[in-house]
Each structure stands twice: as structure tokens, then as C-alpha cells.
């Protein structure tokens, strides 16, 4: 048998290594993910370019909407329980990990959809027919994963707010989301929508 001592540095080697590889491995993904972004990045630009009608532009929305709903929801989290079963509930599975890079992707590269349609027209104000536009916008800025990230679409929702394109019903449960992302928990709701979004809005840092 080896010496106690001669185990010892051979697991604290093999730590080490492990250790090691498993950051490489977390940054080879991370870099692989900027990348695709990125690619992708180049033919949104192109897609948004060609917009030319409010027709376009509205099922341009509609897809958002239903790329954002398609990535959550029960079906989501069924997949989510089969995989967590198969895996033993291990969290740190390649199977459970790959999901989750999955979704992770779908919403960063939805995040880029929505950030280049609102810099190049704006909220979208004209005459939306289709609730699911109308909601695309909203969703996609709840379902950013820090508050921070959510403050890149904010502007545009809180213009669009004081022009009277989204309800004070609306705009009061997104502030809502977004106090529950800044502090853990959601603000005690006053007693209209009109004083709670004032009083969010004297609260959340917005710059």
C-alpha cells in the first residue's frame, strides 16, 4: 500500500486537475455561447433591416412571444423533472447542465431580437393588433435574469408607459418583477396601481 502522506498529494493533485478542467470547460461553453450570440447577432440585423411594414413588424413580435412562452411553462418544466430523475436530481449532471445552457441561449439570443427591434423603431406604439405582440416586449424584460439586464429595455417600456401605450395595470406588475429582482421580494402593493408604480419608481435605482 502507498504511504498516507503520497495519497494525500496524489488526491490533492487529481483535485487540483479536476478543478482545472472543469473551468476550462465552463469557459470553452461560455466562449462558444459570445460566439453564436455574436453570428446570430449578424442576421438579426438583417431581419430587423427589413421590417419595412408595421404587418412585418407585428409578427416579428408574435415570434418573439412565442419563443419567449415556448422557453418556460409546463412543458419546460416537465422536460426539466425527466431529466433531474434520470440524472438522480444531480443539479451538476451534463445532461441537466446542457438544458439549462439550452434555455439560458434561447433567452439571450431573444434578448437580442428584442434590444435591436427597440433600437431601430422604438417601442412598438403604432396600432398592435395581436395581444401576444403587445406582451412580447414586457415578457422578454421580466424574464431577464438580473435586474441589471432588465434596465437595458426599461427605457423604452417606461416611454412607452407615459405615453399611454401600456396600462398602469400592466406596468405596475413589471415594476413589481423588477423589485423582486433588485431585493428578493416583492414590494407590499399599495393600494392602486398609480401610487404603487410612484412609489416603485422612487425606490429602483434606474441608472
Same mark, same amino acid.
Given at each position: ?45 438583417? $431581419?430587423? !433591416? ?21 422557453? #418556460? ?6 422536460? #426539466? ?55 412580447? $416586449? ?13 434596465? #437595458? ?28 429582482? #433588485?431585493?428578493?421580494? !416583492? ?21
Amino acid at each position: 500500500m502507498y504511504p498516507l502522506s503520497i495519497l494525500k498529494t496524489y488526491i490533492m493533485k487529481l483535485s487540483i486537475y479536476l478543478c482545472v478542467f472543469l473551468a476550462l470547460l465552463i469557459s470553452c461553453k461560455q466562449e462558444t455561447k459570445t460566439k453564436e450570440i455574436e453570428d446570430k447577432t449578424e442576421d438579426i440585423k438583417t $431581419i430587423i !433591416s427589413n421590417l419595412d411594414t408595421n404587418e412585418k413588424k407585428e409578427a416579428f413580435l408574435i415570434e418573439l412571444h412565442d419563443i419567449d412562452q415556448g422557453n #418556460r411553462g409546463e412543458k419546460i418544466g416537465l422536460q #426539466r423533472l425527466e431529466i433531474l430523475k434520470r440524472n438522480n436530481y444531480n443539479i451538476y449532471s451534463q445532461e441537466y447542465l446542457e438544458f439549462l445552457f439550452k434555455r439560458m441561449k434561447i433567452d439571450s439570443i431573444n434578448t437580442v431580437k428584442a434590444m435591436a427591434y427597440l433600437d431601430t423603431y422604438g417601442y412598438p406604439e403604432f396600432g398592435v393588433k395581436n395581444n401576444d405582440a403587445r406582451r412580447a $416586449i414586457n415578457l422578454i424584460l421580466m424574464h431577464q435574469p438580473t435586474y441589471e439586464k432588465q434596465l #437595458r429595455l426599461f427605457p423604452y417600456v417606461y416611454q412607452a408607459f407615459k405615453n399611454d401605450f401600456i396600462s398602469a395595470d400592466s406596468f405596475s406588475f413589471l415594476l413589481n418583477n423588477m423589485h423582486r429582482h #433588485r431585493y428578493g421580494k !416583492s414590494y407590499p402593493h399599495a393600494l392602486t396601481n398609480e401610487e404603487n408604480i410612484k412609489q416603485l419608481l422612487e425606490i429602483l435605482p434606474t441608472d
